[in-house]
């Protein structure tokens, strides 16, 4: 067995700490603000939704209800990593403003309604567990925003260029 010396303690904690630390990459104290406007509703929220090392329960709250199924006001807890990936998506591009929201949390009934008259729309949806959203950038070509959602390998990336937006969720890494 291999005697530990400083320095394979050194690599070692180093690389511990450097999984420790939140998935942006940032400091654990770091602030992530993360801006939406809900076209459906015409809703805005710009909120610090992780500070101090940790989740901002309010402005989750706050994005849950944005994000919420318009058809028939319901809300679910929408997942803090998708957040997390519009946030990681925005500074990859350098953007500054706030998503343009066409879809979040969609109700099983308004995802089988949807599915039964438009073409593509998955029957087991991440949209339905609060881990979707279809979204653009303003300011943003959609090339350049379906490129850098690729890039952070998160989940899925759907490029829909004729109806101008962008799909992210969190399932497995895919690209269509």
């Known amino acids: 067995m291999k005697a530990w010396d400083r ?9 511990a700490a450097a999984l420790a630390l939140p998935r942006v990459g940032r400091a654990a104290g770091a602030e992530r603000r ?8 015409g809703e805005r929220v710009t909120a ?3 500070a101090d090392g940790a989740l901002v329960p309010e402005a989750l709250a706050r994005i849950d209800r944005l994000m919420r ?11 803090p990593h998708l ?6 998506l925005r500074e990859a591009v350098g953007g500054s403003g706030s998503f343009e929201l066409i879809s979040g949390f969609r109700s099983a009934e308004t995802n089988a309604a949807l599915a039964a008259r438009v073409e593509g729309v998955a ?7 609060g881990q979707a959203a279809d979204v653009r950038l303003p300011g943003v070509d959609l090339l350049r925003l379906r490129a850098a959602a690729r890039s952070l390998n998160a989940g899925g990336v759907g490029y829909y260029p004729f109806s101008d937006f962008l799909h992210l969720d969190r399932g497995p890494v895919r690209f269509w």
Request: charge should be negative; proline fraction near 0%.
């Open 123 to 129: 029957e087991n949806s991440f949209h339905v567990r």
């Open 34 to 41: 993360i801006g939406l406007v809900n076209l459906h509703t």
């Open 7 to 15: 320095r394979s303690l050194l690599a070692l904690g180093l690389g």
């Open 48 to 50: 610090t939704y992780w």
């Open 69 to 79: 199924d318009h058809r028939n006001d319901r809300v679910t807890a929408i997942d």
């Open 83 to 88: 957040i997390d990936d519009l946030y990681r």
